[in-house]
């Protein structure tokens, strides 16, 4: 097999999440060709976040197994492709997952091209509802479409943007192709230590195969870069579960791809009796992710300040899409609307029309980065008892793909038979309540780590809040 030494991406991940840079030396990539082909280099950017994930977990094995050294970590770029992929991947009794919805794309505009997002009925609603188009449910979803490209052609691209998302739709005017990088650089990861008065720490373990053993996750995300960080926790042994709105439904073939080893159950945090069961998990928790829009989990309390204030051994990690400033930072958005609202789209496009990066690779990228920042978070927390505020967007590792990454220079290396991508390698089948899955493996890889989820995925709302 051929393999890759560290790279600058790597590096850049690693210390990003704050590791020691000379750590990142140790990585070394296992390649499998021209996997992600863009004219970005989403290849880097999936490998870099994949590996830093990786380090970070080797790191906490260490640290837990009483200062023994950090395992080898080599990472297969071919798990890595099949795995930012895993949506498209995934077949459930043979049938692939539905990814994006009839209403879900690019349309022309009378000026230029728009990105809606409608997978989720209430989205759906509201996108229709904004445009004036009535929905009894007589016409089917090509008639649907046919009549929303029809009104959008009679639009302009951000008189559209701007009266959905007044409605609390989704659509983003697409945005030019950047010229130059920002004056000032975006951070890819934002990190605030907790104050004094944290003392909580894990036991130690020998299991390099599960170094978060004995980790709680509280889950408060939904598509897609939470739930891949949630179900990368899970993989290394944490106990996830994730929590929802009943209200608010989950899609099953999105779950039944990023549910992979975690629970998950339903509280409305508005009910006085759900928000005490809440709190008692709550009060054992060692991690919280929140991937809901910026304040929208203020007004119950647990915005990261004041959970940090009452618990200052927790490690948050806060996810957002448009960024933490400026006037988009409180808006919904998605992978692929960031796509279209950063320049990606046009870079990646034509003059004939908009493209797209290979795979949701915002997201997946976002969700290594996260899970990597949430174990180093307790690496340290070994050692001072304190947690810590780690704040992401994807704004943020577009804007790294687009300005702080440099595209390869086309490899001479001959690669075998044995090197070739080929995602069928790289995956595998379970048995599970959406029936028999063909899924990615993992793609986090160390000497000693998992290969696999202790745990199919289970049915999404389905499990008793409590810890197990």
């Known amino acids: 097999m051929t393999l890759t030494d560290h790279d600058a991406a790597t590096v850049h991940a690693w210390s990003a999440v704050g590791g020691r840079p000379e750590l990142a030396e140790q990585v070394t990539y296992e390649g499998a060709g021209d996997v992600l082909p863009a004219a970005l280099p989403v290849r880097q950017l999936a490998r870099a976040t994949v590996g830093a994930c990786s380090l970070a977990a080797a790191e906490l094995a260490a640290a837990r197994g009483g200062g023994t050294p950090i395992p080898e970590v080599r990472v297969a770029e071919g798990a890595v492709a099949a795995a930012f992929h895993s949506e498209r991947n995934l077949r459930m009794d043979g049938r692939a997952a539905t990814n994006f919805a009839p209403l879900s794309g690019f349309w022309r505009t009378s000026d230029s091209w728009v990105r809606t997002h409608a997978n989720y009925p209430h989205h759906r609603a509201r996108l229709l509802g904004a445009l004036g ?78 170094p978060a053993e004995g980790v709680r996750v509280l889950d408060l995300t939904r598509v897609l870069a939470g739930p891949v960080a949630g179900r990368t926790l899970a993989l290394l042994g944490a106990d996830v579960l994730r929590v929802d709105a009943p209200q608010l439904p989950e899609d099953a073939d999105t779950y039944a791809d990023t549910g992979m080893g975690k629970r998950s159950t339903l509280l409305d945090l508005g009910a006085a009796g759900d928000r005490e069961v809440f709190e008692e998990l709550l009060a054992t928790a060692d991690v919280v992710l929140s991937a809901y829009r910026p304040g929208a989990l203020d007004r119950h309390g647990l915005a990261p300040e004041a959970l940090l204030e009452r618990r200052p051994d927790l490690v948050v990690a806060q996810l957002c899409a448009w960024g933490w400033t400026g006037p988009w930072a409180g808006r919904r958005g998605f992978d692929s609307l960031v796509q279209v609202g950063t320049g990606i ?49 994807l704004a943020a590792t577009a804007s790294w793909l687009m300005h702080g990454l440099r595209p390869e220079a086309p490899s001479d290396d001959a690669y075998d038979a044995d090197d070739a991508y080929d995602a069928q390698r790289w995956m595998t089948t379970c048995e599970s309540p959406y029936g028999k899955l063909d899924h990615a493996l993992p793609p986090v890889g160390y000497t000693g780590g998992p290969q696999n989820w202790a745990r199919p995925v289970g049915l999404w709302g389905t499990d008793a809040p409590a810890w197990r």
């Open 133 to 210: 188009i009535p929905d009894d449910g007589s016409r089917d979803d090509r008639a649907m479409a046919e009549t929303l490209a029809a009104e959008l052609a009679t639009r302009r691209a951000h008189e559209v943007q701007e009266t959905v998302y007044g409605a609390g739709g989704l659509a983003v005017a697409l945005a030019p192709a950047p010229t130059a990088a920002p004056d000032a650089a975006i951070p890819l990861v934002e990190v605030r230590e907790a104050g004094e008065g944290g003392s909580r720490r894990l036991p130690p373990s020998a299991s390099a195969a599960a």
């Open 345 to 393: 789209a046009a870079i990646e496009g034509t003059d004939a029309r908009p493209g797209a990066l290979p795979a949701q690779a915002l997201d997946h990228g976002t969700g290594y980065l996260i899970a990597a920042g949430v174990l180093r978070g307790l690496t340290e927390r070994q050692e001072t008892g304190r947690g810590r505020h780690l704040r992401y967007s």
